[in-house]
């Protein structure tokens, strides 16, 4: 598959995940067309926290960046809409002992599956779309979940009823990512991480705002040290072969 008919595939998935979404949420305007890339008024924001590079997205005309707060406990997409939760080698450790395995391999062999996807990333150079296939561990987000349901946003099972997930502090750290991706890339001989938001057309907690505010600032705060952490983790686990990566072009 082609870089375009990857992109083409993802559009008219956002597109219908923001259908659904609009049922419940009202979605601004110019929020639903910057999921769907029909802006080409976009800056690429750039603020560094911590040890993490973000990228927000700046609409140049009428001068507005996308932000984004959590609309919890009256939102759960993040725990229902999810296509997959990769495991880092941290990852393994906790969510096993957690469960009161005593050992990682049976938990493995228990608990999770392997699967293989096609993820838009992004050149280190010269900032240019790329596909890498990600190969991982994944934990079941169904007792019977197959390689087949990678992709599939399903509902997962460590959700009670009461909207809250019964592995927190342990849940993976994909989870704790939510809604932003990171990437690490080379710089000055160094690894520096960076982030941006995904905009799978799943949640409801972007807005438009003049500025970056107070508000979106502690939250940059607040994730840098997991996204910091998770992209390290995810690293970790890719050397010592719990994961793999290739770059298909």
């Not at 608990?111 to 990600?134: C, F, H, K």
């Amino acid at each position: 598959m082609t870089i375009s008919d990857t992109c083409s595939t993802e559009t008219s998935l956002i597109s219908l995940s923001l259908d659904m979404l609009s049922k419940k949420w009202d979605i601004d305007p110019i929020v639903r067309d910057l999921h769907l890339g029909k802006r080409n008024d976009i800056r690429d924001y750039q603020i560094k926290v911590n040890q993490v590079t973000f990228h927000i997205p700046y609409i140049i005309d009428p001068s507005l960046f996308l932000l984004w707060h959590c609309l919890w406990p009256d939102c759960h997409n993040c725990c229902t809409r999810q296509g997959r939760l990769p495991l880092t080698v941290d990852d393994v450790t906790k969510i096993s002992n957690s469960l009161g395995y005593k050992n990682r391999s049976e938990f493995i062999k228990e608990e999770t599956y392997v699967a293989s996807w096609d993820n838009n990333s992004v050149s280190n150079s010269d900032r240019s779309n790329l596909i890498s296939t990600l190969t991982m561990i994944n934990l079941k987000r169904k007792d019977d979940e197959k390689e087949d349901d990678n992709g599939t946003p399903l509902s997962c099972r460590f959700l009670n009823d009461h909207g809250s997930c019964t592995l927190h502090p342990d849940k993976p750290g994909v989870c704790w990512l939510y809604p932003f991706f990171s990437w690490s890339q080379y710089e000055n001989n160094q690894v520096s991480v960076h982030a941006s938001f995904q905009l799978t057309g799943d949640c409801p907690g972007f807005y438009l705002a003049i500025d970056i505010d107070g508000d979106m600032r502690n939250i940059l705060n607040d994730y840098s040290k997991k996204i910091y952490d998770y992209t390290m983790n995810i690293n970790t686990t890719i050397r010592e072969g719990f994961g793999r990566i290739n770059l298909n072009g």
